[in-house]
């Protein structure tokens, strides 16, 4: 039929007024013979155009009616247009949900499900959904009666009959109902197996809680028991047998699609574990391997299926053991560290679209409420809801959570968990990805109410309220336990000292009372400075609890800000740079070291708001800095002073700088290359030990001789100095060489250069609370038995004469660190033939070099450590790789030149590329010695002083662990790691060292 210009233009305009994005295609439509009874009456254009989609519910309106039998076409147009609340019901869940006008299309009278509009129909509950089940006789008939039940909630739900909450509550015991006619019948098809045993189906997850979405993973643990004269054994398998069908019963896919996955990979052991235990089995269990996310999971645990007296057991018998959780250790950094695992794995594309995983999502809410209820819940059953939004309004009851914060959280979690069901509903599919397409958005808008504006209304909504919850997931945990120290208003709900307390021990505080006393001393008062403090200290609080010693954290703060305090960029600085107050926190709460560097100088705080103050500055800019502040001091002493103070400000750069690039943040996980990092702290330290060093001999040389000293002097160098790969707890290793000047004797010359030394050696050693700076010369000729310093010519009469092969081995890491330049040059070309050998060191040297090792082994080990462990001296540990490394430049730098470099990594890089190594095996060599190098730097971090194995105390074993990326639970690991890693490489030592490889 052809429609009028006129009319035309007329239904066109009032289409788009109503909604329609292709009203071309909706005027063809409209004029089916299928709608000529209804296309002319305006009441179905408005109720079409108060859809989420018009043209959706339009094409589902066409194809329904197609679809009807003849003798239901006339009945379902008539209701159409008399009947306003189906009118409603019908278009709306057409316009919101393609997959249930593809159920009706298919099923062309399950329209008349939406018939009924009693108040008995408005909340029907498990009992109503099983009659409605009732008829399915196969999985197939189970899928069509499960889609007409969710038809009627899907209707209730975008005509706005129900709430959030009653549809999450609707869709669990749709769940339920369905899973007891699964079971049903799983229980027909296996009589004897259903007699065998008692099965209990437990919910968990959203279904358990009473809150699930419409597409949803059903997750579910299954116990099971014999009956009278059945062997365990025989009734476990069951009940294996019977739950395995149940699952598949919902999971496969028919000609009528799916219901759900059930899910039972939070049974014990996961996957791993049996699918049926005994009750008694699971007790075990939880009593003995649990983790603590397993007992969190708990939380929702509800008996749904099967034998409600047993599974009535299962909950009461655990539900104690949920409720002591918070007592384990690192109760709250464990379920935190869990929350930024599942961060950290949403693909990098996705994450400004999840809705319940990433930052500002649905799982930032229900973690902050599961957290309060797992610590509070203990002592306060009134806590105890597994639905989340009845948790936090208990929580709020009970004065854990500001009342404010309690609304503006259920207001966000309502708005998100409502955007996730409209998601959801269009397809029938299980995702949390907001839509990324103009249509999908204007939909998820309009589903929501949002009619002028839709997708910018959207875009402001879903921003302002993941923006609060991202706020009020750190402020719900930590504020509440500086309420617990200020003088609150009369009547004011607040945290009680006992409540704060426990809390605090929670959190990883060993001891709550000094933690509120720093509290209160932090934030007492109406300063600006305790105003600041109250805003920065809610965020502060949760990265202390997630390091291994809150307590150390906190104090450090107190100890800084007691410093700085006055200081007004101090508290400005940790406002307003977001990243500066999270590295402070790091830093403070790693160990002795870097807050020990801090205190002696706090200004230092600053270079934690620069983006670039943490890279380390070059060894050039660091001797031009120490020099200057040198020629500015008054004597020797001042001189050294000022030098010892620029080491400990760059210090801290280097310590902090290596804490948070292990650490990361939330937003950034730690994802660092462990070589790079190691390799830039070893150049940093040693830069700054050389620049010490020329700092210390040019204040020597000012304060004796004036501008020029007798004697050319040069200072060499040696070991991991010389390699750069000093450690922060390393000595420096040192040559010393001198070179008389025209005119001056060989003993005035002497006289001065020992001078130097000894004034160099004193200076460095003054007492300080900075770390050490220990010069160590044994390795020079003839060791401690020969003289400190010795002339150019003098070095080359030794090593011509008498020069041992260990000397050549130790000349391999000598580089010129101060003094005269020309002179250390010659120096280094004097040495190069010795420690580069024409044709390599020969068959008895190496034999010399073993057996040295050998003996170094069984004589330096310090008796009683663990050489599994020894960083340094142990099994594939420091020393095995050096000198394998060593071992292979004494015999082969004279041909290969990427084999003369001082740096241990370079050099078994360089022996790789020239094949004298495997590349599986000098990967192993690698990651070995990075990992013993971490280790012994963290052991310094965490300690403040130095050691080559772990520490045996268990706070800093957790330290260290928290530095080389292991959880609290995980130390045990740590250490099965370091010694697997190690073992593998004395494997390759064995071969390459002592072997015939070399």
């Known amino acids: ?127 109503d959904f099983e009659r409605g089940l009732a008829d399915a006789d196969d999985a197939v008939a189970l899928r069509v009666s499960y889609r007409r039940c969710l038809l009627s909630i899907a209707a209730r739900d975008v005509c706005g009959t129900t709430d959030l909450i ?216 009134a806590l105890r809801s597994p639905t989340t939004l009845t948790a936090l309004a208990d929580l709020a009851d009970g004065g854990y959570v500001g009342r404010a914060d309690a609304f503006q959280l259920d207001e966000a979690y309502r708005f998100l968990r409502s955007m996730e069901h409209r998601i959801q509903l269009y397809k029938l599919r299980r995702t949390h990805l907001v839509p990324d397409d103009e249509a999908g958005l204007r939909r998820l808008g309009r589903s929501l109410g949002m009619r002028s504006e839709p997708i910018a209304d959207l875009g402001r909504e879903w921003k302002r309220h993941a923006s609060a919850v991202r706020r009020l997931h750190e402020k719900l945990f930590y504020r509440p336990l500086l309420d617990a120290v200020a003088q609150l208003a009369p009547g004011e709900a607040g945290l009680s000292a006992d409540a704060a307390r426990e809390r605090l021990v929670a959190l990883g505080y060993a001891d709550p009372a000094g933690a509120l006393r720093h509290l209160e001393a932090l934030t007492a008062g109406v300063s600006r400075k305790a105003a600041i403090q109250r805003t920065l200290l809610p965020v502060l609080l949760g990265w202390f609890a997630d390091s291994a010693d809150p307590d150390a954290g906190l104090l450090n703060f107190r100890k800084v800000s007691d410093a700085l305090g006055k200081t007004p960029w101090y508290l400005r600085l940790l406002r307003d740079e977001g990243a500066a107050a999270e590295n402070l926190a790091r830093v403070l709460s790693a160990g002795r070291l870097a807050p020990d560097l801090l205190m002696r100088a706090p200004e230092a705080v600053a270079l934690l708001g620069d983006p670039r103050g943490l890279e380390p500055r070059p060894g050039r800019q660091l001797e031009q800095e120490i020099l200057a502040a040198v020629s500015r001091a008054s004597g020797a002493e001042q001189a050294v002073t000022a030098a010892r103070g620029v080491r400990r400000r760059e210090l801290f750069r280097t310590t902090a700088a290596d804490i948070i690039g292990s650490y990361g943040t939330e937003e950034s996980p730690a994802e660092q290359d462990h070589g790079a990092l190691i390799d830039r702290v070893g150049s940093a330290v040693s830069d700054l030990t050389a620049a010490t060093l020329g700092g210390t001999l040019r204040a020597v040389v000012r304060e004796g001789w004036g501008d020029t000293l007798p004697t050319r002097f040069a200072v060499i160098g040696m070991g991991r100095f010389g390699g750069h790969e000093l450690s922060y707890g390393s000595d420096a290793d040192v040559l010393f060489v001198h070179e008389p000047r025209e005119g001056v004797s060989e003993e005035e010359a002497a006289r001065a250069a020992n001078s130097v030394v000894s004034e160099m050696r004193r200076l460095l050693q003054l007492p300080s609370a900075d770390p050490p700076l220990l010069v160590d010369a044994d390795l020079r000729p003839e060791g401690r038995s020969g003289p400190l310093v010795r002339s150019l010519p003098s070095y080359a009469a030794y090593y011509r004469r008498w020069s041992l092969t260990w000397e050549a081995q130790a000349l391999l890491r000598a580089e010129p660190v101060a003094g005269d330049a020309d002179l250390a040059a010659r120096f280094i070309e004097l040495i190069d033939p010795l420690r580069y050998p024409p044709e390599g060191v020969g068959e008895e040297a190496v034999r010399d070099i073993r057996r040295l090792k050998a003996r170094m082994e069984s004589e330096r080990m310090p008796r009683g450590q663990d050489p599994t462990l020894h960083t340094k001296l142990g099994r594939g540990g420091l020393s095995d790789i050096e000198w394998t490394v060593q071992l292979l430049q004494l015999r082969h730098g004279w041909a290969e030149p990427g084999l003369r470099t001082t740096r241990t990594r370079q050099a078994l890089a360089a022996a790789c590329a020239a094949r004298l190594i495997g590349g599986e095996e000098a990967a192993i060599l690698d990651e070995a010695w990075i990992l013993a190098a971490r280790v012994r730097n963290a052991v310094m971090l965490v300690r403040g002083r130095a050691g080559d194995t772990f520490p045996a105390d268990g706070r800093e074993l957790a330290a260290v662990g928290r530095y080389l990326g292991y959880d609290p639970g995980h130390l045990g690991d740590m250490l099965d790691d370091y010694r697997r890693t190690t073992r593998r490489a004395r494997a390759v030592v064995e071969e390459m060292f002592y072997g015939a490889a070399l």
């Open 1 to 127: 039929m052809t429609v009028p210009q006129g009319r035309r233009s007329s239904t066109f305009t009032r289409l788009l007024r109503h909604g329609f994005i292709t009203p071309s295609t909706a005027e063809r439509l409209l004029d089916t013979p299928e709608l000529a009874a209804v296309r002319s009456d305006p009441v179905l254009l408005d109720a079409l155009g108060a859809t989420a989609d018009p043209d959706l519910a339009l094409l589902g309106l066409v194809r329904l009616i197609e679809a009807q039998p003849d003798d239901e076409r006339q009945t379902l147009i008539n209701t159409l247009v008399t009947a306003k609340p189906l009118r409603d019901r019908l278009l709306g869940v057409l316009g919101a949900s393609e997959a249930l006008a593809d159920h009706l299309a298919r099923h062309p009278t399950d329209w008349q499900a939406l018939v009924t509009y009693e108040a008995v129909d408005l909340h029907p509950g498990v009992a």
């Open 166 to 381: 009653e549809t999450a509550a609707e869709l669990a015991d749709l769940a339920t109902a369905t899973l007891r006619a699964a079971l049903a019948l799983a229980s027909a098809a296996a009589p004897e197996d259903a007699a065998a045993c008692r099965l209990a189906v437990i919910a968990m997850g959203k279904c358990g809680g009473h809150e699930l979405n419409y597409v949803s993973d059903v997750d579910v643990i299954f116990v099971g028991e014999p009956v009278d004269g059945v062997d365990e054994g025989k009734a476990v398998q069951a009940a294996t047998r019977l739950a395995s069908h149940m699952m598949r019963i919902c999971s496969e896919t028919t000609v009528e699609g799916t219901i759900w996955p059930v899910d039972a990979n939070l049974r014990p052991e996961g996957r791993n574990g049996p699918l049926v235990r005994t009750l008694s089995s699971h007790l075990a269990y939880y009593q003995r391997w649990a983790k603590t996310w397993e007992f969190q999971a708990l939380l929702k645990a509800r008996p749904v299926a099967g034998d409600q007296e047993l599974g009535r057991a299962y909950v009461d018998t655990l539900s104690p053991l949920v409720w002591q959780v918070s007592e384990r250790d690192n109760f709250v950094s464990d379920a935190q560290k869990m929350r930024r695992r599942v961060v950290a794995g949403i693909p990098v594309g996705e994450v400004d679209r999840e809705l319940k995983l990433g930052p500002g999502g649905l799982r930032d809410v229900e973690f902050a409420v599961q957290l309060l209820q797992l610590v509070h819940g203990r002592t306060d059953t």
